[in-house]
């Protein structure tokens, strides 16, 4: 049997360690970053994250739903209309986003 990345999550003790794992796949932090600033639809985050492709968008973000990062909400509208944003869980995540912003502008992006 094969453990999800929620069970490989919780058998990691070590808190930045387990954070790392959560947060740390290709595109993740950048599917958060751009939900901290609110409710995006599939194809803006895609438009926003250029050379992700969908499958990869999907799986990110069905990971992060069920690590209860984001939420996503359907509306049962016809196209049907999917719309993705952060949790509380997710919104914690906001201080760690903005401190890699901070350490980047002073130690990578001015040089």
Same mark, same amino acid.
């Given at each position: 049997m ?6 490989? @999550? &919780? #058998?990691i ?6 954070t %790392?794992?959560?947060?740390?796949? #290709? *595109?993740t932090i950048l ?9 995006? /639809?599939?194809? +803006?985050? &895609? /438009?926003?994250? +250029?050379? !992700?492709?969908? #499958?990869? =968008?999907?799986e990110?973000? /069905?990971t =992060?739903?069920?690590e209860?990062?984001? @939420?996503r909400?359907?509306?049962? &509208? @016809?196209?049907?209309? @999917?719309?993705?944003?952060l949790?509380? #869980?997710?919104?914690?995540l %906001?201080?760690? !986003?903005?401190?890699m /912003?901070?350490y980047?502008? +002073? *130690?990578?992006?001015?040089?």
């Amino acid at each position: 049997m094969e453990l999800t990345q929620s069970d490989q @999550v &919780e #058998k990691i003790i070590c808190p930045v360690a387990r954070t %790392v794992q959560l947060i740390g796949g #290709k *595109w993740t932090i950048l599917i958060i970053r751009d939900l901290t600033s609110g409710v995006k /639809r599939f194809h +803006q985050l &895609e /438009r926003s994250l +250029q050379g !992700i492709s969908p #499958k990869t =968008l999907s799986e990110r973000l /069905r990971t =992060l739903e069920e690590e209860g990062i984001i @939420v996503r909400q359907t509306f049962a &509208e @016809v196209p049907p209309r @999917v719309e993705y944003s952060l949790t509380a #869980k997710g919104c914690d995540l %906001v201080s760690v !986003i903005n401190s890699m /912003r901070d350490y980047g502008e +002073q *130690w990578l992006c001015n040089k």
